[in-house]
Each structure stands twice: as structure tokens, then as C-alpha cells.
């Protein structure tokens, strides 16, 4: 094959696939105007003030419970049980002997 018709066929089997994935052109675009310009504001201070709410509201439920923590008398710590209670210390068993006693 010559190289120009290399190119060519080159171009039709891939030009397509590369056309197809291009995003598409918008032609029309939206003039925001002033009234929707505070309608989002307006929006967004909604939002704002939701979420301040929010968290105002989990900020009395921890304050609520440091109190109810606070009016709670302390109970004094009771010392640690061991897990496992040992049996008294016993004395040493005398090792057996490495020689077998004579026999009679």
C-alpha cells in the first residue's frame, strides 16, 4: 500500500470513534437574571441557617450530657481483682534423683 492511502484508510477506521467522544457544542446559554440571583441567595441562606440550627442543637445535647456527667456522684475506684487467684506458695519439691535407687 502506498503511504497516502495508509493515511487515508488510517483516518476513516478511527476519525469516527474520535468524532462520536467529542462533547457535544451548547449553543444556548442562560442569562441569570437579578430575581434568580437572590432566589439563590436566598437558597443559601436557608441552607446556612438549617445547618447553624443543626449544630446548635447537638451542641445543647453535649452540654446536657456534660451536666447530667457533672450531677452524678463519683463512686470510688474499687481496686483490680486478679483474674486468676494463685494458690499460697507451697515449698520446693526436692528434685528425683538422676540415679535409680539399688536394688534389694
Do not use: N
Not at 488510517?10 to 444556548?28: C, E, H, R, S
Amino acid at each position: 500500500m502506498k503511504l497516502k492511502t495508509l493515511a487515508f484508510a488510517t483516518l476513516v477506521a478511527f476519525g469516527g470513534a474520535a468524532f462520536a467522544q467529542a462533547p457535544a457544542v451548547k449553543t444556548d446559554t442562560k442569562v441569570e437574571t437579578k430575581a434568580d440571583v437572590k432566589a439563590d441567595v436566598k437558597a443559601d441562606t436557608k441552607k446556612g441557617e438549617a445547618k447553624a440550627k443543626a449544630k446548635g442543637k447537638a451542641e445543647a445535647k453535649g452540654q446536657v450530657k456534660k451536666e447530667a456527667k457533672a450531677a452524678t456522684p463519683a463512686v470510688p475506684a474499687k481496686p483490680a481483682e486478679a483474674a486468676t487467684k494463685t494458690a499460697p506458695a507451697t515449698p520446693a519439691v526436692p528434685a528425683t534423683p538422676a540415679v535409680p535407687a539399688a536394688k534389694k
